[in-house]
């Protein structure tokens, strides 16, 4: 049984409601996957040469080199690093005999492949394998003919005959990891704000004043000929669209967002979205919402995974999504604020592809991204150093080096939270213990900006050589309870430094903070239960909610829509980010604000004095007016 595992985010809502929607969620996911008769699996393929695919995506963004903004289409890109049409071909050939179609993605880096379960299975050969560690997940083993799986990366989303079925444990397992995401406050915008006033309190307008984008505003540009690309597990509402837009004053013509159901169908995408308004829905909500109003006048592809009708892993989806978007080569901007798990093999879902291997093909794709001048925004998590409960470091699904990560900040504010007045003067790191809700200190929830050091990505070339990689200062904030598996407030903090070996994360950062955050709409049918046993009685009720929210689910959507914006103003994409921006970050007129303090944490992680590169806001937040003329001068 696949457990869904979207990367967390604070938001408050009516929680109590919706804790046992998402309960219900699964019961309604566990009789789908049981009856589903088709399955997807995707193939990623190993490039021609991927020593030379590497250098070529660093040189698109060298204004020294020759391929400088020398983006490749994906027939060109398949002529110069994909696989050959030949060998495409016998892939073709090979499942054909077992009624299985497959379809390379433009750039011939992967293959699609549908089937029914039991013709996939026999296709591979495939064999259910018990974990070799208790409390594993068992494996897919699977077999190809020598001259095809020779050039094979990774085979993502195959089960074998005897894949374990759902157990209560299982069940209560993913009730209690996805009603941990949810809040227990509710925070309402107020409304009779309307236009460009609302919009400064809780919306884009916010985030244009506090990052100085507004001076691109005033040029015209507003992401005009631009399409931003938005992966997500599932669909959203139009009307919950229209009404955000007119209450900030943006465009508000639905036509420009366009969805590609990339795994299950449209209908089925659909189904789901009527039965119950889940962290799914709203999730995705935020994320066209966001990027939407920082680029009133671009165009959306919005790319749905939903699985209810089919039967892929998670991570299949979620791949598939990324390589339909990538490969369309419609988008030069693309963000999601969703992963199909953990960098941890205990709890990675996907049968026949190992966590290793998975990042792997990831980067493979991403580079294809790069390639193409496509910059790829991903949110860096919402709760500090680790994505669950426990003592080890743990990041979402990927932390990929072709990914902008983005993390959390906190606007300054002054507030009286749990009886203690709360001052925050210049804007810090997203996490502080003490402005936490009394309610989710009881559960051990703490909102606070991912970041930290991936566990299967190494430290890449872009970052070699900065001041702060690397290295890290940290205050033990929180410490894990075993007993109650959750985070407590450590009586007697203490402060840590030491050396890391990896892909430092995030890269950048913006306001996240609930408490300086932003305006959702979202609407839906909230599900609550009177009575038990026979007295037992399901209530569906109409919902329509404003909520003012936070997370990184609002930052990487945003800089995806900044990045539009800049785009919009240019003859070619800015392309892969991070070589430039870590270049521009040691120059004397950096685009950075660099967040350094000590006092800046994200309840692990803090400043480091006198340091470019900080653990809890990357290289720190952004002067997107000094930005966009870094990239013109290149």
């Known amino acids: 049984m696949m457990i869904l595992k979207k990367k967390r985010f604070t938001i408050a809502m009516l929680s109590s409601l919706l804790v046992f929607g998402a309960s219900m969620n699964i019961g309604v996911n566990l009789v789908a996957k049981a ?23 660093y040189n698109t963004v060298d204004p020294t080199s020759a391929q400088f903004h020398q983006y490749l289409t994906p027939a060109a890109f398949a002529s110069k690093f994909g696989q050959s049409d030949s060998y495409i071909q016998s892939f073709k050939d090979y499942f054909k005999k077992y009624h ?26 495939a064999k259910d394998v018990p974990a070799a560690k208790k409390g594993y997940p068992s494996r897919t083993h699977y077999k190809l003919p020598g001259n095809l799986s020779s050039k094979v990366a990774a085979v993502v989303g195959l089960y074998a005959p005897q894949a374990k079925k759902a157990t209560k444990e299982t069940t209560k397992k993913a009730h209690t990891a996805l009603t941990a995401d949810l809040p227990t406050t509710a925070t309402k915008p107020d409304t009779t704000l309307a236009g460009n006033a609302f919009s400064r309190k809780y919306g884009a307008a916010k985030f244009a004043n506090a990052y100085q984008l507004n001076t691109l505003y005033n040029k015209g540009q507003q992401g005009q000929g631009q399409r931003i690309g938005i992966i997500s597990y599932g669909d959203i509402h139009n009307s919950d669209l229209t009404t955000y837009w007119q209450q900030c004053g943006v465009n508000d013509d639905v036509s420009r967002i366009h969805r590609i159901y990339t795994v299950g169908t449209k209908a089925d995408a659909q189904k789901s979205l009527n039965e119950m308004l889940n962290s799914v829905q709203t999730e995705a909500t935020v994320d066209v919402q966001s990027a939407s109003s920082v680029a009133p006048q671009a165009d959306i592809d919005f790319y749905v995974g939903d699985t209810t009708g089919t039967r892929t892993s998670d991570a299949g989806a979620y791949y598939t999504s990324f ?25 990675w879902s996907d049968p026949s592809t190992s966590v290793q291997q998975y990042s792997n093909a990831f980067n493979l794709m991403l580079e294809q991204a790069a390639a193409q001048g496509i910059t790829v925004f991903k949110s860096s998590g919402d709760f500090g150093r680790t994505d669950q409960p426990g003592p080890k470091e743990i990041h979402s699904m990927s932390t990929s080096p072709y990914l902008v990560m983005v993390g959390g900040t906190t606007l300054p504010y002054q507030k009286v939270i749990n009886n203690k007045l709360i001052s925050i003067p210049t804007e810090r790191a997203w996490g502080n213990a003490e402005a936490t809700s009394a309610s989710d200190t009881k559960y051990g929830i703490f909102g606070a900006s991912g970041g930290g050091f991936s566990a299967v990505n190494p430290t890449p070339r ?3 050589g900065i001041s702060g990689v690397n290295t890290y200062r940290a205050v033990t904030y929180l410490t894990y309870d075993k007993k109650q598996h959750k985070f407590v407030i450590t009586k007697h903090p203490r402060v840590i430094t030491g050396i890391g070996n990896s892909r430092n994360l995030p890269d950048v950062s913006g306001n996240a903070d609930i408490q300086t955050g932003y305006a959702t709409y979202v609407s839906g049918t909230v599900i609550s239960v009177k009575g038990t046993g026979k007295h037992r009685k399901v209530i ?14 609002y930052t990487s959507p945003q800089m995806a829509g900044a990045n539009a914006v800049m785009n919009s103003g240019r003859q070619t994409p800015v392309g892969f980010w991070n070589p430039q921006i870590y270049q521009f970050a040691q120059q004397t007129d950096s685009p950075f604000t660099v967040l350094d303090g000590t006092e800046n944490n994200n309840l692990y992680y803090t400043g480091q004095p006198g340091m470019l590169y900080n653990q809890a806001t990357g290289l720190g937040t952004i002067n997107f007016e000094k930005l966009n003329e870094k990239f013109d001068s290149e």
Do not use: C, H
């Open 323 to 347: 390589m339909t978007a990538i490969s369309g080569n419609q988008d030069k901007q693309i963000s999601t604020s969703f992963a199909p798990d953990e960098e941890n093999a205990a709890d």
């Open 462 to 464: 872009y970052q070699q």
């Open 100 to 125: 299985v179609k497959a379809t390379a993605y433009p750039g011939n880096m992967s293959l699609k492949l549908t089937a029914t379960t039991t013709n996939m299975r026999q296709a591979f050969g």
């Open 35 to 57: 009856a589903a008769k088709t399955t997807i699996v995707n193939v990623a393929l190993k490039p021609t040469n991927e020593a030379d695919l590497t250098n070529y995506v």
């Open 540 to 553: 569906r009720t109409p919902s329509k909610q404003w909520s003012v929210s936070g997370g990184t689910s």
